[in-house]
């Protein structure tokens, strides 16, 4: 550390990421996503017993399906843990409300792809394979939003992929309905017949499971953009 500056500037600043045990700026960057996710992780275990707790993973499941980056299950899977006796009672919040969202990225895809839905396709960098994936999307749309709706990759891409490229409405609506029921009922299931024994297990691989899910997400976007 090391003292310079004057006027607001003046403070204590880092020479030397080693200095504070970082072997660099990426060991510190993890550390930091880290935190975050671990912070976010025991927030809603505290918070998952208060009454309007439905109504934030509500919130959250609507919002990830059409412009949100954080996946629901991150706030699913404490509040399940904190709660198991309302296991599939929040799978099916998950479930209603991310299908809702979705209808909301189906229409921004429709109606407001060049407004809106361009801006939140370029957050994942994948406006150049736009091109690319309509031809996938003519003959695999609906596997596509089943398999994308079950898995990590953000579904407010399908979402307004599925408006963009006028996959039909019902479709669209029943393989969401089918995808995101699947995804959250089996992590409620699982998570209501080995609840502790899960619970121990993030507790003490809560490391690894963040760095795994970040993998699979930025690795799913990458396969996409590969096709």
């Not at 909301?104 to 960098?125: A, D, E, R």
Request: proline share 4%; aromatic share 20%.
């Amino acid at each position: 550390w090391e003292y310079g500056g004057t006027g607001r500037r003046a403070g204590f600043k880092i020479r030397s990421l080693r200095w504070c045990g970082f072997d660099s700026l990426y060991s510190y960057q993890k550390i930091c996503v880290m935190k975050i996710f671990r912070n976010l992780y025991e927030w809603t275990l505290t918070k998952s017993s208060h009454k309007k707790a439905p109504w934030f993973l509500s919130i959250i499941s609507f919002s990830e399906s059409s412009f949100f980056p954080i996946p629901p299950d991150i706030i699913l899977i404490p509040m399940v843990l904190a709660k198991k006796t309302k296991a599939f009672f929040y799978a099916l919040v998950c479930t209603l409300s991310s299908v809702l969202g979705g209808v909301l990225g189906y229409f921004i895809g429709l109606i407001l792809f060049n407004s809106i839905g361009i801006i939140l396709i370029n957050i994942y960098h994948l406006n150049d394979s736009i091109n690319e994936f309509k031809n996938y999307y003519n003959l695999y749309g609906p596997w596509i939003v089943v398999i994308a709706g079950f898995t990590p990759f953000p579904f407010k891409v399908i979402t307004i992929a599925s408006g963009l490229f006028q996959l039909n409405f019902i479709i669209f609506i029943l393989c969401s309905f089918l995808s995101r029921g699947a995804r959250f009922y089996l992590v409620a299931g699982l998570l209501y017949l080995y609840g502790e024994k899960i619970r121990i297990f993030i507790d003490r691989y809560f490391n690894f499971l963040t760095i795994l899910f970040l993998v699979l997400l930025i690795g799913s976007i990458l396969f996409i953009k590969l096709l």
